[in-house]
């Protein structure tokens, strides 16, 4: 049998004894609980473990706490990944609908903030205690905190008449299992317990990763070219953003956030998974305005310094900031907007409206909000989750599957542990039902 993550000392709970369920669940995650839940009413003996104290911990957090748990207009089109309709399947057999009528059962307020994001009334709390009671009310057995050592798997048949099944060495003991779900999220805020362990189990099992990278995470540059703009830090206003060649150019119409070491805000964090090292992004200060006619009028209107004018479309502060950067590259805009010539003003509204910016990196892991890159859907079922390992599912962030800001990746969440947790019961159920 094989192994992996073997370590010698035990944990104070291990006992000799082997327990057996139908399927484990690693990961006491948004996906590994919901698929739990749902596993366990319709029949199935499940365990799940999860290496952390507190359950859930990424949902208490998100959100401002109020954990922003769906989208109402989620699509495909609101993912990306090596492969971005392999989510089709689960995101139409498990939608937002579904999952505000679970809300609604458990008498759940919730409210729309914007675009479609729905968010708690109170307390992300709301949402752990809901998949808790819908663990309790399927039976689910939950081991926390407890670590798995090694995963090994036997008895396949080389014609598949026997699936085989799975062992496990864990801090409470030994475990087996006809199937086991990985739901142990990525990369992203490690100070809350995050791990690998997926990507080594996928490892393991000779499954192909993409390779991890923090995604919905701040854009940071140079610290000497970003200077003038530090002391912005914590101005924030609306734009537009846009990074990729024509072919792939993607944008975004969000708020931007200045902060010390870079830009922050949802329209950062959205480009961010889909900039590439070495590639600029630009911005649109003023999206709502054609600027070389606004300026063209202010010009004819006005005698007001050109950092005044441009103040009644960007703050006070970025405006200030803009004119005394253009001197220091030879642009005269500090003067009287009715002496600027046009081609001082058109290269003005040039820069306001195509703000091309080269980021030198992230924040990483410590502040992206997910991961994106994981388990390579070329090797999952996009109907179960099931991975061509038998009996090894996969679901969650662990996966090439990366939503965008907004509540799309917990709509995965949900949507990629119903159809695994349908998928375990068709495969196992009979076995479950003769016990």
Request: glycine share 10%; proline share 5%.
């Amino acid at each position: 049998m094989t192994g992996n993550f073997r370590t010698r000392q035990r944990g104070p709970h291990y006992t000799a004894a082997m327990q057996s369920f139908d399927v484990v669940i690693l990961g006491a995650g948004a996906a590994g609980l919901f698929c739990a839940g749902v596993a366990g009413q319709l029949g199935l003996k499940v365990l799940v473990i999860d290496h952390s104290e507190k359950v859930a911990e990424k949902i208490r957090i998100s959100g401002g706490g109020r954990c922003n748990f769906t989208n109402r207009d989620t699509s495909a089109a609101n993912f990306l990944g090596d492969n971005p309709a392999f989510c089709r399947s689960a995101l139409a057999r498990y939608t937002p609908q579904d999952f505000i009528a679970l809300l609604q059962r458990h008498g759940v307020a919730w409210h729309e903030k914007h675009k479609g994001q729905l968010f708690c009334d109170h307390s992300a709390e709301d949402i752990i205690r809901l998949l808790l009671a819908e663990c309790e009310a399927g039976g689910v057995t939950r081991w926390q905190p407890c670590r798995v050592q090694s995963i090994g798997f036997s008895g396949a048949s080389p014609h598949g008449s026997s699936p085989g099944s799975y062992e496990l060495d864990s801090d409470h003991g030994r475990v087996q299992a006809a199937a086991v779900v990985v739901a142990t999220g990525g990369l992203s805020i490690p100070k809350i317990g995050a791990s690998d362990l997926g990507y080594r189990i996928a490892h393991q099992f000779e499954l192909p990763v993409v390779a991890p990278r923090p995604a919905l995470v701040p854009l940071t540059f140079d610290a000497a070219a970003w200077a003038p703009y530090a002391e912005l830090a914590g101005l924030a206003l609306p734009v537009k953003i846009e990074t990729g060649s024509k072919k792939n150019r993607i944008s975004f119409a969000e708020d931007l956030l200045f902060t010390h070491r870079g830009l922050s805000g949802p329209g950062v964090l959205q480009i961010s998974s889909y900039w590439q090292p070495g590639t600029p992004i630009s911005l649109n200060l003023a999206p709502l305005q054609a600027l070389p006619a606004w300026l063209a009028q202010a010009k004819a209107g006005s005698r007001r310094l050109i950092a005044n004018e441009l103040g009644a479309l960007v703050p006070a502060r970025l405006a200030d900031a803009w004119v005394a950067q253009g001197a220091a590259q030879g642009h005269n805009w500090q003067r009287p907007i009715n002496e600027a010539s046009d081609k001082a003003l058109g290269a003005l509204a040039e820069r306001v409206s195509h703000w091309a910016l080269t980021p030198t990196g992230t924040e990483g892991y410590r502040k992206a909000e997910v991961t994106a890159g994981g388990v390579d859907t070329r090797a999952l079922s996009s109907q179960t989750m099931e991975s061509r390992q038998p009996g090894l599912y996969f679901i969650g962030e662990v996966v090439d599957v990366t939503g965008w800001l907004g509540g799309y990746n917990f709509q995965w969440a949900w949507a990629s542990g119903f159809a695994c947790a349908q998928g375990l019961a068709a495969r196992l159920r009979p076995a479950a039902d003769s016990t």
